[in-house]
């Protein structure tokens, strides 16, 4: 694991070390040829640029946002935070003017560039804080009210000084003020592709790497603001492409961190759901075998004991089938159909229950779809086995109507309404059809069967 951590960071700062040499080598042409330099009168595709870069730093904040309620983590807390105030300052500063057809005036310009300058703070941190906060739900509530809160108030305080602030003018004519700020701006750029590459370097977080990529297109972003400084709604320069791509790469990034994130939460669910099995089933009865084992050990007549050690020894390598048919058709490595017919022919080898199983060819599972309709059916038929006494069981998986069902029917004792709502282990098929989409009914008579019925999505 530390040796494919060490690989992947390799090959990313050397993607890195290429990334930095094309996009230097291109400002340095930018710097060389004052002619480059050219911003362009085009407030409808600044409109679009904007408008793309407050969406995409949306997403972002609220993405990240999602797996801070997940995991709680102070650098997620953050990027949620920056980008928030990055999406809300952009549409306020930028976005908003233009609905009344005005330009960005002088107020407006330098608190975009205040709460700009305030979100690269956010976000160069985040790579730096280590932590989790506990009370998530409240965090988020007040930490995105506080910033709208002070993203007005800088808004506010900017239009009350009105012209006592420097004139923003197009061109390199900026006041050094903001010449300050922009580069202020890239320097934190800086340290956020530092913080990152380093984090990343550290724990192999697949998100920080393309933080780091989104942080490089960032920091040359502002350089080019730099030189050719723009602070209104009507002009496009090369650097509002560069942010807009950098928006793009975090978007792809953090998107690539939530699926993750679910993946590996699958993954955990699982890995418990296996070791419930293996606790509640194999566990169960090696312990009867070490029990009849021991009983041979003190003597114990053979004849009776002999018997019970080898029904024990059966039911165990019953049930260690039933576990690795159930991974290889969860893992995709059995044709469902043909996993699931092994299943019932394992099952009714002792010949204790016969089980009748049919399958509509036309009927398609999507994949997720397909493990939970083993499990259910799986689980069903253990219940059949274990508690209901039947002879007899159906398995139907078609249609009813317009509808795509999963049916398994039994000839057993059945149960009463009390008992049912009394439980009889089924709170686990329920989750599983909620898990995609299904809907679960039950429905049971004392002495004429059970049948259990997923309906699933449509």
């Not at 700062?13 to 996009?23: A, C, S, T």
């Not at 807009?244 to 961190?257: I, T």
């Not at 024990?312 to 995709?332: D, K, P, T, V």
């Amino acid at each position: 694991m530390r040796r494919e951590k060490e690989d992947a960071y390799q090959a990313w700062l050397w993607g890195e070390v290429l990334l930095l040499g094309l996009l230097g080598a291109a400002l340095a042409l930018f710097v060389t040829y004052p002619s480059l330099r050219d911003t362009f009168e085009l407030p409808q595709l600044r409109l679009v640029l904007d408008t793309a870069v407050t969406l995409a730093a949306a997403i972002v904040a609220v993405l990240a946002g999602v797996r801070f309620s997940v995991e709680g983590r102070n650098l997620d807390f953050l990027l949620c935070g920056g980008f928030f105030v990055a999406a809300l300052s952009t549409f306020a500063f930028g976005i908003a003017p233009s609905f009344g057809g005005e330009t960005v005036d002088r107020g407006e310009a330098w608190a975009g560039m205040c709460a700009k300058l305030f979100a690269a703070v956010l976000i160069a941190s985040a790579p730096f804080i280590r932590g989790r906060i506990m009370r998530r739900r409240r965090a988020l509530l007040w930490s995105t009210s506080a910033l709208a809160v002070a993203t007005l108030s800088v808004w506010i305080f900017a239009r009350a000084l009105g012209d006592a602030l420097p004139a923003m003018e197009r061109g390199e004519d900026q006041p050094i003020g903001v010449i300050v700020m922009l580069a202020l701006q890239a320097f934190l750029s800086l340290i956020a592709l530092i913080g990152f590459g380093l984090r990343f370097r550290r724990e192999g977080d697949d998100l920080d790497s393309w933080l780091g990529l989104g942080a490089s297109l960032a920091l040359f972003a502002e350089l080019h603001y730099v030189f050719t400084p723009v602070v209104s709604n009507e002009y496009v320069s090369q650097g509002d492409f560069l942010r807009l791509l950098s928006y793009g790469v975090l978007l792809a990034g953090v998107w690539r961190a939530i699926r993750f994130a679910e993946f590996g939460r699958a993954v955990a669910e699982e890995r418990a759901r296996v070791a419930r099995e293996i606790h509640d089933g194999l566990a169960q009865y090696l312990f009867a075998i070490s029990t009849h084992a021991s009983m041979l050990e003190s003597e114990t007549p053979p004849e009776g004991t002999v018997q019970r050690l080898k029904q024990a020894a059966a039911a165990a390598q019953q049930e260690a089938r039933f576990a690795i048919l159930a991974l290889s058709s969860a893992s995709g490595t059995a044709p469902f159909d043909s996993a699931l017919r092994r299943y019932v022919d394992i099952l009714t080898a002792d010949g204790e229950l016969e089980v009748e199983l049919e399958v509509d060819p036309e009927l398609s599972l999507a994949p997720d779809e397909q493990i939970e309709v083993f499990r259910i059916i799986q689980e069903g038929l253990a219940n059949v086995r274990k508690h209901a006494h039947a002879r007899r069981a159906e398995v139907h998986i078609g249609r009813s109507g317009a509808q795509r069902v999963v049916v398994v029917r039994d000839d057993g004792d059945g149960f009463s309404d009390d008992e049912h709502d009394a439980g009889q282990g089924l709170t686990n098929l329920r989750s599983r059809a909620a898990s995609i989409g299904g809907a679960f009914a039950l429905r049971s008579t004392p002495g004429r069967g059970t049948a259990l019925v997923v309906t699933l999505r449509a």
